[in-house]
């Protein structure tokens, strides 16, 4: 008997790192977790970047639509329902709207793809990672692949000797190629691995130790290389958020006290300076206008904005005096962005995207006696979250994958929490799986 297909083990047998277990079960699931597995790999780590001869299909969507038909003939899979699924649902019926509506529908039309993609990816994620080991696997691609490119690039400024320069650090080509876009993915990666650090140092060999220690370490490391005054913002409100409950006791403090004065000095002088004349250089000043400009559209169309990504468009036409370089970009807000893209109506809808996975998860709340894993996993996302937000109102990230992932990570996460804990649900899921003769459900079988 094959034993992968046969092979469902406890997740501690997966900690931290135990690749022939991981790769047992993996190999033994349903084709669309695979493929959605495959998709997070290829849109997070960009191997088609780095290797060009690889860089001949369009390899995620491929992975995409795949996991798509996979999860129609995925027995496992359910509907899962959640209040995220509904101001999801009605989110992408503004933009349609607005799209239809705007002043240049055209550009609308070809930024398409920019959200619907990840409406599609969040509702995958959600009803086919829905069993604990299943989730474990997932949010492990994330993080090593995360952390691929956090461990290089924080060796790429300890070569250059933490120097400034003026772009930063730069991942890969692709959604994390430049240093603002790749310091948030920093912060959606750090709070995991510190999290999961902190539960598992003393499970784990010496060398899962030392590798759970760089996945937290390296992103805080890229974050001040980066040179994304608002991404380094968001890191030390990350830290204070981390760190509130233990902030008083003398060791804890004296650790953050250490940290912050290291954080500090290895902060190049430029940087610092950046800091000092920020709201007064050019780029604040752009971006000022910006704002201002942005909440002049949306006060003019206050029902869908100007239309979905034609805020650029619309600047240039209508505010050339404000340009202070000679094209105008995107408004480097998130806010300002959904609001202009869809009016006061999508940003109403926006704004519970963004505080609803808090609220679910304090009103749900994951018992940390139960299921420890899972609750410092939602803590870490949630954090991750917090970071997005901050970061969010210097960039423009709108339709990046940081928002919508970490939704479908709390949401499969409260899903998997709620069917381990409430036998009827779990057994209704399971009776309609096939059982291998050790009478644990195949999860690996088609």
């Known amino acids: 008997m094959n034993r992968s297909r046969n092979y469902c083990p406890d997740i501690e047998e997966f900690y931290f790192l135990k690749l022939k277990n991981i790769w047992t079960f993996f190999k033994g699931q349903h084709f669309s977790f695979i493929m959605i597995c495959c998709y997070l790999f290829f849109e997070y780590a960009r191997p088609q970047a780095i290797f060009p001869f690889i860089d001949f299909l369009p390899w995620a969507q491929l992975f995409l639509i795949g996991s798509l038909a996979g999860a129609v003939v995925d027995r496992s899979v359910k509907w899962v329902s959640s209040p995220i699924n509904v101001f999801m649902i009605l989110f992408a019926i503004i933009i349609l709207i607005s799209s239809l509506n705007a002043v240049y529908p055209k550009i609308s039309q070809d930024h398409y793809i920019d959200f619907y993609s990840w409406f599609v990816v969040y509702f995958l994620i959600i009803n086919i990672v829905n069993t604990k080991q299943r989730f474990y696997v997932f949010l492990l691609i994330f993080m090593l692949c995360a952390a691929k490119i956090s461990i290089s690039l924080s060796q ?226 949630l954090q991750g979250l917090l970071g997005f937000i901050i970061a969010g109102q210097f960039v423009t990230v709108t339709y990046y994958p940081f928002l919508w992932i970490s939704l479908a990570f709390v949401v499969a996460g409260h899903n998997v929490y709620r069917l381990q804990h409430n036998p009827k649900k779990q057994h209704n899921q399971l009776s309609k799986e096939p059982f291998a003769t050790n009478g644990e459900p195949r999860f690996g079988s088609r």
């Open 156 to 381: 790429t400024w300890a070569f250059r000797g933490f120097s400034f320069t003026s772009w930063g650090l730069k991942g890969p080509r692709g959604y994390f190629q430049n240093s603002g876009e790749l310091s948030i993915l920093m912060l959606t990666l750090f709070p995991v691995a510190y999290h999961l650090y902190q539960l598992l140092k003393d499970k784990v060999s010496k060398v899962e130790k030392y590798i759970l220690i760089l996945f937290w370490v390296t992103p805080i490391l890229v974050v001040l290389g980066a040179s994304s005054r608002g991404s380094q913002l968001a890191l030390a409100i990350q830290l204070m958020v981390i760190f509130r409950k233990h902030i008083f006791k003398i060791k804890p403090l004296i650790t953050v006290v250490v940290l912050c004065t290291l954080l500090y000095h290895l902060l190049p002088e430029e940087q610092k300076q950046r800091f000092e004349e920020a709201g007064t250089d050019k780029t604040s000043q752009q971006r000022l206008l910006y704002f201002e400009n942005g909440w002049k559209m949306m006060q003019k169309y206050p029902g869908l904005g100007v239309g979905y990504f034609n805020f650029p468009k619309y600047f240039e036409n209508y505010y050339p005096e404000d340009m202070l370089y000679d094209k105008a970009e995107l408004p480097h807000n998130i806010f300002i962005q959904v609001g202009t893209d869809t009016g006061f109506t999508g940003l109403f809808i926006f704004l519970f995207l963004l505080l609803l996975p808090f609220w679910l998860s304090r009103r749900k709340k994951l018992d940390p006696d139960k299921d420890k894993f899972m609750h410092i996993t939602i803590t870490g996302v």
